[in-house]
């Protein structure tokens, strides 16, 4: 089973910065693609970035310049580092990864950006 565990989340101003991990375990034998995802209440939940095996990036309109997504040496890790903060950032940041072709999520962490 695979397991994707979240950290860093929490309460900033805006204007601030915060830096989500996310760490994937158990039986992972290729991971293609990891991303975040965030979900404010009453909406969908969206795209927030990407990064492929081969490192190729990809970000919402809306984050593009604030955001940085990478991923640990070890390649089960993937982080979202998040500058410049907006209210309207908030919401719970899910982690997502495509293992051996199967999609597996998060928990869910809650980012708050007050103004």
């Known amino acids: 089973q695979v397991q994707l565990v979240e950290s860093g989340g929490g309460l900033v101003q805006a204007g601030g910065s915060l830096r989500l991990s996310c760490a994937a375990s158990?039986?992972?034998?290729?991971?293609?693609?990891m991303g975040w995802y965030r979900q404010a209440p009453g909406k969908q939940r969206d795209l927030v970035a990407g990064i492929t095996s081969g490192a190729s990036t990809n970000y919402a309109d809306s984050v593009k310049g604030r955001f940085t997504i990478s991923r640990g040496t070890a390649k089960n890790t993937v982080y979202l580092q998040m500058n410049s903060l907006k209210p309207e950032d908030t919401a719970v940041y899910y982690c997502?990864?495509?293992?051996?072709?199967?999609?597996?999520w998060g928990q869910g962490t809650q980012v708050t950006v007050s103004s």
């Open positions: 158990g039986s992972i034998l290729d991971i293609s693609a």
């Open positions: 997502r990864a495509e293992i051996s072709r199967r999609s597996y």
